[in-house]
């Protein structure tokens, strides 16, 4: 059983060449990890993600705050005595060495526990007839367990006698994983692990690790700027920017409750639509080209009624699958746009289009663009008038102004 937990961690680099600018790489992080949670780090590239991990590993000193991993506070424990293991993006294996001994090798430099015995193997007791505590090395035969089942697990005991430079880049990032699930780790760190991989290898090895996790039952702390990762991988993700926790919470949760622009535009695919209007306590929101929509009172009593006060500029968010290709516009939350250029996928049709009707087609997002994703029975033709319909129960609305979502 393990849980990690920090709180109010601060990460603040040092460097001469840096003196004045002491911005923080991580700011006042704090979480709860219980014991077998599959935790995914997301964010851009340089938002902390990988300062995070690394304190948690003990390989970054903590500038401020605490971290615990069951209820010892580890602030000052050494990396090797956290009982956690870290795989990185480079997993560097010793090319010299076999996948058999390249998983062996960290279990050779390993100690355990146990009891002074004689030649075979009884105990040596002393005078007072106690059993005498001692550190010993590994066996050769218990060496060879370990490693055997962890090849078993990740489905590489063909490959033991082969040298890292015979294998594929996937079957090189099991063994590393190997490495690491061979020593029966506490908490597992994995920093981008799949990042070098090509996409089809990427989405085969993360359905692996899930598996892996959960034959492990350990907790595992995933780092990865991907959001399509982070979504299929993580049972809780904890959205980053700029060394900030933007938002923690399950996929879902996520998707259809954003705190922020920032993270209802980083979760999705295609991106979710915005658009600057003004809403007015009617339920009146006047956007992009001077398209209107009206919400329903249902609608309305889910936004902050007090933050609307006799009106808010907004940025209105609608997801490319929360629009609805329609006849007309006689309802009340329908918009008209013009196809720009149609997507036919197979499974479903991604429409880019625009609300303003004269424009200027553009292959670049303005902030009249608007995207639909269904399954449609016949796709529009480009530059035709569409009606799309926002299905209001997932719109989002944000303060113009501060980002965050005026929901209740
Ligand atoms: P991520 O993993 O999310 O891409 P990092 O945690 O690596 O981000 O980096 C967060 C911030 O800290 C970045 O601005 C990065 O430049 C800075 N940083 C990372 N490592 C160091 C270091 N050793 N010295 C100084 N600054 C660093
Ligand atoms: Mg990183």
Redesign the pocket.
């Known amino acids: 059983m393990s849980t990690v937990t920090l709180k109010n961690v601060y ?1 603040i ?1 040092e ?1 001469k060449e ?1 003196k004045g600018d002491m ?1 923080p ?2 700011s006042d992080f704090s979480m709860h990890i219980e014991d077998k949670e599959f935790i995914v ?1 997301v ?12 304190m948690i590993a003990g390989l ?1 000193k903590i500038t401020k705050g605490q971290i615990y991993i069951d209820d010892t506070l580890v602030n000052d424990v050494a990396p090797k005595d956290r009982d956690i293991a870290m795989v990185f993006q480079n997993y560097a294996l010793y090319p010299h060495m076999s996948v058999y001994e390249n998983m062996a090798f960290g279990l050779r430099l390993r100690k355990i526990p146990d009891i002074k015995r004689d030649k075979k193997g009884n105990p040596v007791l002393d005078k007072e007839g106690k059993e005498i505590p001692v550190m010993r090395k590994l066996t050769e035969a218990e060496i060879k367990e370990k490693v055997m089942e962890a090849a078993k697990i990740l489905a590489i005991e063909e490959y033991l006698q082969r040298k890292p430079k015979a294998l594929s880049g996937g079957q090189r990032q099991r063994v590393a994983l190997g490495r690491t699930i061979v020593r029966k780790p506490k908490v597992f760190l994995l ?2 692990p799949l990042s070098n991989l090509d996409a089809k290898l990427r989405a085969t090895m993360r359905s692996e690790i899930i598996k892996l996790h959960e034959k492990l039952e350990a907790t595992f702390i995933y ?1 990865t ?1 991907d959001q399509v990762e982070a979504m299929t991988m993580g049972t809780r993700i904890v959205v ?1 920017k700029d ?1 900030f926790v933007q938002q923690i919470g399950a996929p879902k949760e996520l998707y259809s409750r954003p705190v922020n622009t920032f993270v209802a535009g980083f979760i999705g695919t295609p991106q979710i639509n915005f658009f600057n209007g003004r809403l007015t306590p009617d339920g009146k929101l006047k956007f992009a080209n001077d398209q209107e929509i009206t919400l329903s009172k249902a609608t309305m009593d889910k936004f902050d009624a007090e933050k609307i006060g006799s009106g808010i500029d907004v940025i209105m968010g609608i997801r490319p699958g929360d629009l609805k290709l329609v006849d007309n516009g006689d309802k009340a939350t329908t918009v008209v746009a013009k196809v720009e250029v149609v997507e036919a996928l197979g499974n479903e049709t991604i429409v880019y289009s625009n609300l303003d009707l004269n424009g200027e087609q553009s292959l670049e997002r303005t902030a009249t663009s608007i995207t639909l994703s269904a399954k449609l029975k016949s796709d529009p033709e480009r530059h035709s008038k569409i009606f799309l319909d926002i299905d209001e129960d997932y719109i989002h609305l944000f303060d113009k102004e501060t980002e965050v979502s005026i929901r209740k």
Request: with cysteine; hydrophobic share 25%; aromatic share 8%.
């Open positions: 990460k680099y460097n840096a911005k790489a991580v780090f964010g851009p590239s340089g938002c902390g993600k990988s300062t995070t991990l690394r970054e920093d981008e780092v700027h980053m060394g």
